[in-house]
């Protein structure tokens, strides 16, 4: 897998990602760039100093930015991973979980709003969801290296199990009470829908609530990655108000 672009490159230096080769456009002199440079130095990596046109017949996102990792794959975290985060930092579980989100600029963005707004940890369904590709690692700008994901095989049960540990489970739909009247602070995990067709009718029921924000447009539903922002944001509000 390749991490492509400098805040991709740079924050996965910071996270200890083990990189297996750094490919770098030859002639980067700028400060960002020799600051990237001499991480990988510090950290043993093996740079080679290509031409731009060599970067770009290696890279996948066309946006490189005259930096290119390989690394072995990306690593998963297991529920049990983000909940101990979440014990650990002293704080009330706070999770996203993602139903069908198949598009990897969507899944970048939601991973750049959770890592930024302190979410613990972002879930997703192994089958029928865009998983941690090239794509998402550039989209995220460096997020993909700092925040837990988790892909699971069956999203309700695993909303079952996270209810059982006292979590209450809202999804963000178009038929629910307005986020701005719903008690989001405390142990919560927020449920997303994919694009086009929202939440799944079981999983909607297998919900402690469900909560909509308010249209006045003739468009009625907003970006998958531009709802996360708005609703996770209102949770923060709730809770720095308390």
Known sequence: MKIEGRNAVSEALKAGTTIDR?????????????KIIDEAKSRGV???FRDKQALDR??????????????????????EEILSLAEEKNEPPFLLILDGVEDPHNLGSILRVAECAGVHGVIIPRHRSVSVNETVIKVSAGASAHIKVAKVTNINDTIDEIKQRGIWVYCADMDGQSVYNTDLTGPIALVIGGEGKGVGKRTRANCDGIVSLPMFGKINSLNASVATAVVVYERIRQTLKK
């Open 58 to 79: 290696e890279s996948v996102t066309s946006r490189h930015q005259g930096f290119i990792a390989e690394i072995t794959d990306y690593k998963y975290s297991e529920l």
């Open 46 to 48: 093996k740079i080679f």
């Open 22 to 34: 750094l490919l770098v456009e030859k002639g980067l002199k700028d400060i960002g760039a020799q």
